[in-house]
């Protein structure tokens, strides 16, 4: 005859085996189920700025009081004139992609590219992304397109009139307010600029 203490350990053995097996299964499930996916940063890496840093001022559009301020910033500049007209506006839409920004543009909003063609006229170039995440509103639409070019203008000397276009391609408005079927006559855009500073 068996020992009862030997059939008691046998069946706590049992038991424990029995319970791991079961642990085991239930972890093996759980991690077979799929993760949800990380949101992926989709945005296209761009290259490293070469240059030396210079302080340039960006226009920064406020939503909490609708103004327009230059603040002044120190960023890396190419040395081509082209190129440095991109820089600036990469470097404003850097705040503006920002999670802190004070005035908030769609994920994956980016600058194309920025064409200055002579005499005095610049195309900015931006992405269909720009445009359709971009908050509808007059005030805000406007903000925007104020800031772009004021940036641009104040910074790149000789500028009359910018053009905006999306994706290559021209489009009426930014958002359903802001007109971009036509070029923006610089000086008229910097009184703009100047009344948005003063919150007027």
Known sequence: ????????????LLAAALGLSLYAWHMRKSVAA????????????????????ERVVLFIARDDDGTL???????????????????LLRALLSIYLDKNSPHHLGAGAEIRSVYLV????????????????????????QLTVASLI??????????????????GKERDTLAGHADLSSFYDVAAVNQLATQLQTGQ
């Open 150 to 167: 004021q940036t641009i203008s104040v910074n790149t000397p000789n500028l009359l009139r910018v053009k905006i276009l999306v994706d």
């Open 118 to 141: 002579d005499p005095g006229v610049a195309v900015i170039d931006l992405n269909s992304a720009f445009a359709d995440t971009h908050r509808s509103g007059v005030l805000v639409e």
């Open 69 to 87: 301020r230059g603040e002044s910033a120190q960023i890396p500049m190419p040395s081509g004139r082209q190129q440095r007209a991109e820089e």
């Open 34 to 53: 799929p993760l949800p996916a990380a949101a992926v940063d989709t945005r296209p890496l761009a290259p490293p700025v070469s240059g030396p840093s």
């Open 1 to 12: 005859m068996i020992p009862r203490h030997l059939i008691i350990g046998f069946a706590i």
